[in-house]
Every structure is written in structure tokens, then in C-alpha cells.
């Protein structure tokens, strides 16, 4: 089913049913091997994993797709609806158990890629030892759904896509540094603290992209990320937008980056410049501190670290703080982890400060639709729980020709930015989507 949510139309036929059938499974293996292809069927596959467990899906129950401004509250309210009045059998009663939705939302609000809110039609699941299997339809009130108590066994492996060539996206690099400077020129000026530029690259494959070639290499390649795939988005972010489970809210902010040289000495030192580092500490602080404000506006006690400890990744280390609070309400009517997401969107860690001010600056210099990058993707089950992370590291696999792929990658600009150090780090935000495309 296929709803484009567009005025105050019911978002649903009013016989149609959500039901779900959630049941324990053996261990099946790695999730990400269990994903079928492309071609199995539409808008698979669907994937939120870190270090192994998490979340993936193929198949649609059900399809919403959103745009504008209120592309978060349409989002929510179709999600609500759907599994308001659903039948459900849960025998596991997990985070992530029940129904489930994958979404990813456009970070602009007049982005033309808007955003889905995807039911799966199977989701299997993997948490602290316990895996189970999810089988969703919608249809007739008597419809129900599929009680397989088996996992499927592991789908043929992805092809390699071939040969990769590459062009520059809406700026070349030489362009984009000027914009950079042009960003420093009017942050000195006082026009605004921070704001954060983002550039895209283009990629040509060889061969068809299959979506679970780079979501594989990407999880392998970076565990302590969340892989993720939706609707052709792809990739591994390091940042946790929001987490709500059982009243709990957890955030972790980067912002501050230092790219890796692989020389365990040398890149000692480099964190420790990374933390003393008054440009990146700025930079950090302007992030939490927007975080801190949109969550104590839903949560009775929030707690922010007094420092960021450094994240080490394999390509970058990023300054990070993790940010917690608890909901000030443990009803029907808390805000659910989407509602979370919209609240904190976007963050000043994807987007600048003052809000109004970098977002205005973004569209003049950056020549581009973002399209779903830095966006909120993740997933969100019946009581509103999940996880959401910003779709940071990434890339669109094109739909209508899925040899073509689109890169991105930005950077956060404050007054002390130096334009072809910003470059370079954008560079290495690239690098681990260059890298997953690659063939062996």
C-alpha cells in the first residue's frame, strides 16, 4: 500500500488492518546476510545495525510517503493511525518487537525528496542474545498475518558493481572552499556563530549498485556506526540523533573532526589536539547546547557531559558528547521517538547557529537540494520507541538508474575555519562510501 499524505484525507482505507505476527527465531546469522536482493521486492531492503544487532527488512506492508514543512507530523500521525486499532502477537515484547516502521525524512523543509515512513512486510531482529522474525500485512480486518516461525536462510551474496568513475556534484571542490570562505567572511561579520556545508559527488558504476554491496562493506568497515538502508539511502552514521526506550532519551552529538593519518602515535596526538582544539571545542559546544534546549522542552531532567571525550573511528575522530534525559510524560501522549526527532531537527551539529540564520546560508552557498543527507533516518515500533540517527556518511543509490550514486559530505564552519582544511575533511567524510564501492 502506497499513501501520499497530502491534506486531511483519512491516511488509510478504513477496513484496512495492520496486523503483526512477531515470533522467536534461532540464531539465523548475521542480519545483513539474510537481506534478499534489489529485485525481491519494492523499496528493500531496510536496515539498522550496529555491531551486529539492530533491525532489517524487505517487502512493504505498507508505504507513506511525506513532504513540506510537517513532513514529521504527517510521518507520525500516519504511524500512530496505522497501529492504532492493529491486531498484534508479540511472544518476544523487545524494543523493536511488534510492528515496526523504517523511515528517513528530508532534512530541508522544501526538499523535493520529502521522505517515506516504510512498514516491512518481514523484519528480522537481533538484541542482546534474542532473535526474533516479524511478518506484517495490511489489508481487511480479517486479514492476518504470517506466523513462519523460521528465519530464512542467507540470500546469495551481493554483485561487486564494477568499475567506479567520479565527477564533481553541484560544486567542484576549488567552489566549494570558496563557499567556505565565504561562510567565515560573514560568520566574522556577525551574522551568525556556526553554520555547517555539505557537498555532493557523483558516482558512475559500472554495473547496477545493489544497496546491500555497500551496506555490508559499510558495517564491516565501520561496527561501531549504525548501517542503515532506506528507500535507496545508504550508509553508516556515527551520530545518534535520538534514542527513546521506556521513557529514557539518548543523544550522542559530534562535531569537531580531525582526520586519521593510520599511525597509532601520530594519531595520539592528534586527539589530543582535537580536544584542546578552541576552533572544534566552539564548534562542539554550539551542537550540544542545541541538542540540551530541544530535549528540555519533553523531558524532566536532561544531562549533558562538562567535556566531549574523542570518538576514534577508522578514517576520522570526531569530539562526541552523549547526551541523556528522562520524558516528562509515560503516557500515550509522550512524544514518540519521531516526534523527538523533529523537536531536535536539525541540529546545529547539520545545520549551524542561530538556526534561521545558517539554514538561509546553506541554501544561498551551497548551490544544492540535500536531499535526505543529514536528515533523520532510523526506526520507530508501536509504542514509540526506536532509534533515529542522522544520515551522515552516505549515499542514494538512483532508483530509475541504479549505476548512478550521489555522495555527500559537509563540514561545521565557524570564524577560525581555514577553507582547504575544511575541504580536506570533507574528503574524509568520503572516503568511507568511496571505499565501500570499491570493488576487492
Known sequence: MST???????????????????????DPGPLLALLPGDAASPGAPMAWVRRGEGLVGWGEAARVEVSGPDRFARAD?????????????????????GPVAFTSLS???????????????????????TWWLTTSTLGPGETSAGTSTE??????????????????????????????????????????????????LEARA???????????????????????????????????????????????????TIRRTGDDDRDAALAGRLSRSGKDLEEHSYAVASVVSALAAHCATTTAPDAPFVLHLPNVMHLASDITGVLA?????????????????????????????????IAELEGMDRDRYAGPV??????????????????????????????FAGCGVVAGSVPLAELAESDAKLVPVRDALAGD
Open 4 to 26: 501520499a499524505l497530502a491534506g486531511p484525507q483519512p491516511r488509510r482505507p478504513l477496513d484496512a488492518v495492520l496486523h503483526s505476527t512477531t515470533v522467536a527465531v534461532a
Open 77 to 97: 500521525a500516519a504511524w500512530r493511525d496505522l497501529v492504532t486499532g492493529s491486531v498484534v502477537q508479540d511472544a518476544v515484547r523487545l524494543p523493536g518487537t
Open 107 to 129: 532534512f530541508a523543509d522544501d526538499s523535493a525528496a520529502g521522505g517515506v515512513l516504510l512498514v516491512p512486510a518481514v523484519v528480522l531482529g537481533h538484541r542482546g542474545g
Open 151 to 200: 528465519a530464512p536462510a542467507p540470500a546469495e551474496a551481493p554483485a561487486c558493481p564494477g568499475e567506479i568513475t567520479y565527477a564533481d556534484g553541484a560544486l567542484s571542490g576549488p567552489r566549494w572552499a570558496g563557499a567556505v570562505a565565504a561562510a567565515v567572511r560573514r560568520i566574522q561579520a556577525g551574522e551568525l556563530d556556526k553554520v555547517v556545508l555539505a557537498r555532493d
Open 206 to 256: 559500472e554495473r547496477p549498485v545493489d544497496v546491500r554491496w555497500l551496506l555490508r562493506r559499510l558495517a564491516d568497515a565501520y561496527p561501531s556506526c549504525w548501517s542503515f538502508a532506506v528507500d535507496g539511502l545508504v550508509g553508516a552514521t556515527p551520530e545518534l540523533l535520538v534514542r527513546r526506550e521506556r521513557g529514557l532519551v539518548h543523544s550522542r552529538v559530534l562535531a569537531g
Open 329 to 361: 510524560r509515560a503516557d500515550a501522549g509522550a512524544p514518540s521517538v519521531v516526534a523527538l526527532a523533529e523537536a531536535l531537527h536539525p541540529t546545529a551539529a547539520v545545520c549551524g547557529t542561530p538556526t534561521p540564520a545558517a539554514s538561509a546560508l
Open 378 to 407: 532510523g526506526w520507530v515500533d508501536a509504542t514509540g520507541d526506536g532509534e533515529i540517527g542522522l544520515a551522515l556518511r552516505c549515499a542514494r543509490v538512483d532508483a530509475a538508474d541504479p549505476r548512478r550514486v550521489r555522495l
